[in-house]
């Protein structure tokens, strides 16, 4: 089993929000946390799904994709400041010829539990395209990320998912415990993504609209970006938890 998730990254966090340039017009985040069992079965080959097992904090728990600076009314910013040469790398999928985004030791350790995809560059693709957008450095990017993915881990959204593995459930039972949490209004920020299989809903992403001065406090119902347009994640009625390894 993987090593328990690293506490006090919310004190090493704050030290770390320190701006790195000018950000580009933005209004909010998007948190993107990813269901792992559920993209594991379409990406069998990957060395994070490869080491998936039933005891593996990713294998009932949800993990980091991404921290997406987002803007409403326009497209998502993207690539800022980034050279035409690594900006090509990464579109061709080569990750891991990117270079590191050079976070602290401590916070790439929790990473590899909070973002199990970073054993495939998940880490450097983010950085990349989104990171350098946020105004912030690598280590207040990572660690904000970090922060927030462990966070949502004490919510009653996350500790439904923790006890349907392997069932089919509800949608409206996720929304519903994120709403217990967050406040009445809280669905405007969720969305809910699924892949179909089988005919056969999965859950694959739940993805959180957040303000932008959310990245430098604790998770909390103030912290939800509720002014967007209404989330569009495409789930039927029902949600299977997929687990990991067969059946």
């Known amino acids: 089993m993987r090593r328990a998730v690293r506490k006090g990254l919310g004190a090493l966090g704050l030290l770390l929000l320190t701006a790195c340039e000018p950000a580009p017009d933005f209004d909010h985040y998007v948190l993107a946390l990813s269901w792992q069992p559920a993209f594991c079965e379409t990406h069998a080959n990957k060395p994070e799904c490869r080491a998936l097992d ?71 693709h983010e950085w ?12 207040a990017y990572f660690a904000a990320s970090a922060r927030l993915t462990e966070g949502f881990q004490a919510t009653r959204l996350a500790g439904v998912l923790r006890h349907s593995v392997g069932r089919e ?58 002014a967007g347009d209404p989330p569009r994640g495409g789930c039927p009625r029902n949600v299977v938890i997929d687990r990991a390894g067969p059946g």
């Not at 990349?128 to 280590?139: Q, Y």
Request: hydrophobic share 45%; net charge negative.
């Open 54 to 124: 039933a005891a593996d904090f990713a294998a009932s728990n949800l993990v980091l994709h991404g921290l997406w600076p987002n803007d409403a009314l326009a497209e998502e910013p993207a690539y800022c400041g980034v050279a035409a040469s690594e900006r090509a790398t990464d579109e061709s999928g080569q990750w891991c010829e990117l270079p590191p985004p050079g976070a602290d030791r401590e916070i790439e350790s929790a990473l590899q539990d909070l973002m199990p995809g970073a054993a495939s560059c998940l880490d450097r």
């Open 128 to 139: 990349l395209k989104h990171g350098t957008c946020s105004g912030l450095d690598a280590d």
């Open 169 to 226: 459930i509800p949608l409206i039972r996720l929304v519903e415990a994120f709403r217990l949490d967050f406040g009445a209004e809280a669905g405007a920020a969720l969305t809910i993504t699924c892949r179909r299989s089988g005919g056969r809903a999965y859950l694959a992403e739940i993805r959180v609209a957040l303000r932008r001065d959310a990245v430098d406090r604790a998770l909390a119902a103030d912290s939800l970006y509720l």
